[in-house]
């Protein structure tokens, strides 16, 4: 993989958890200096979830304001991660409207929503051990879709835990698809 180290995330997500003492995606959002800015851009399967805008050193995330509150949460915090993992070679105006899972940039923004929005392993470990929930049973605990709890058992699994396989791989156009 070219670009940011699965770890080299895992730990940007760690940074910024501790240094501002949350692992909220909108109270960082705030504590970080990027707004946050709801608008209607329909309601239909193909239209845009997000984006993260940046003029003049302002960085912002505009959010339709058609997704439910859990969808919303997941969709900020990759967008965070556009903001924390892209932001040396962003452009003066850039937006995130596609969620290509062929690019780079759209993994890697995945893999830190999935850090930041699913607990340390050893408590997901533990879960795992005292429910045996499975893999979907898990995202639904944790409001997150499938896919980004596929990627936290791909990361722990790469770090040595023994997590169960994945099912299916994840859908590359998982974000493109959800809206509710």
């Known amino acids: 993989m070219t670009g940011i180290h699965f770890e080299e995330i895992c730990r940007r997500v760690k940074h910024i958890t501790k240094k501002y003492a949350s692992e909220d995606p909108a109270e960082l959002c705030r504590s970080m200096d990027i ?27 505009v959010v339709n ?19 924390v993992l892209h932001a ?4 003066e105006f850039t937006e995130r409207i ?23 392993e050893n408590s997901l470990i533990e879960q795992m051990k005292t429910t045996g929930y499975t893999i979907f049973q898990l995202a639904a605990e944790h409001m997150v879709p499938y896919e980004l709890m596929a990627y936290k058992l791909m990361l722990m699994k790469r770090n040595g835990y023994d997590v169960p396989d ?13 809206f509710r």
């Open 98 to 120: 596609a969620f290509d899972h062929s690019s780079h940039m759209e993994l890697e923004a995945n893999i830190f929503a999935s850090e930041l929005l699913i607990p340390g």
């Open 166 to 178: 994945i099912p299916h791989e994840a859908d590359s156009c998982f974000l493109k698809k959800i």
């Open 88 to 91: 040396d070679g962003a452009d």
């Open 65 to 83: 304001s058609q997704l439910s509150e859990t969808v919303r949460r997941f969709i900020i915090a990759h967008e965070l991660g556009h903001a």
């Open 35 to 61: 707004q946050i800015v709801f608008k209607d851009m329909g309601s239909h399967e193909t239209a845009i979830k997000a984006m993260m805008v940046k003029f003049c050193r302002i960085r912002c995330i």
